[in-house]
T-cell receptor
Framework: DVKVTQSSRYLVKRTGEKVFLECVQD?????MFWYRQDPGLGLRLIYF???????EKGDIPEGYSVSREKKERFSLILESASTNQTSMYLC??????????FGQGTRLTVV | GQNIDQPTEMTATEGAIVQINCTYQ??????LFWYQQHAGEAPTFLSY????GLEEKGRFSSFLSRSKGYSYLLLKELQMKDSASYLC?????????????FGRGTQLTVWP
């Protein structure tokens, strides 16, 4: 069974804090993705990575950065959290041209 | 990018059949996925269409027509547990990155 694990299910952070969201997959997938999901807006891609140390911006990268130092791990960083970054964050991984497998999600609240 | 359109909400009764449509405008794509997402949970893969035609998987079937620019997900013998959001997604073409473009999802409510 493919497993994509996100480090936290729920997080509460203060405005201005640096926030790290971690994601680990155990299927040796090349691709890893970070999405955020908001009511009425669907899944929006923040960043994706197709190889170690490689990254590409998605549709809404502003205010975020990512790190992929090892193939199994993809981190999303909020440099200075703001209230408009309150959202559900979903990590996913896939083989090239294959279906994506999602983590359980992290519900982040910025106060 | 891709322009993907799905109805926002649908309702149906237990035991019925429901068809969820997905229309798109794109310059090209490799395949089309359907995902199911229960409230508060992650999306899970349901089906994948590469070629035109019907793919059947138990109570769920998915159809693709590239020439007409649409797909549908057909759910038969509906059960209460089928109440969920159903997401249509296009797999980018000409890319080895496997990027998926998602529609906003269709919230299906199944009534007893």
């Amino acid at each position: 069974d493919v497993k994509v694990t996100q480090s936290s299910r729920y997080l509460v952070k203060r405005t201005g804090e640096k926030v790290f969201l971690e994601c680990v997959q155990d299927m040796d997938h090349e691709n890893m993705f970070w999405y955020r999901q908001d009511p009425g807006l669907g899944l929006r891609l923040i960043y994706f990575s197709y190889d170690v140390k490689m990254k590409e911006k998605g549709d809404i990268p502003e205010g975020y950065s990512v790190s992929r130092e090892k193939k199994e791990r993809f981190s999303l960083i909020l440099e200075s959290a703001s209230t408009n970054q309150t959202s559900m964050y979903l990590c996913a991984s896939s083989f090239t041209q294959g279906e994506a497998f999602f983590g359980q999600g992290t519900r982040l609240t910025v106060v | 990018g891709q322009n993907i359109d799905q109805p926002t909400e649908m309702t149906a009764t237990e035991g019925a059949i429901v068809q969820i449509n997905c229309t798109y405008q794109t310059s090209g794509f490799n395949g089309l996925f359907w995902y199911q997402q229960h409230a508060g949970e992650a999306p899970t893969f349901l089906s994948y269409n590469v070629l035109d035609g019907l793919e059947e998987k138990g109570r769920f079937s998915s159809f693709l027509s590239r020439s007409k620019g649409y797909s549908y997900l057909l759910l038969k013998e509906l059960q209460m547990k089928d109440s969920a959001s159903y997401l249509c997604a296009l797999l980018d073409r000409g890319s080895t990155l496997g990027r998926l473009y998602f529609g906003r999802g269709t919230q299906l409510t199944v009534w007893p």
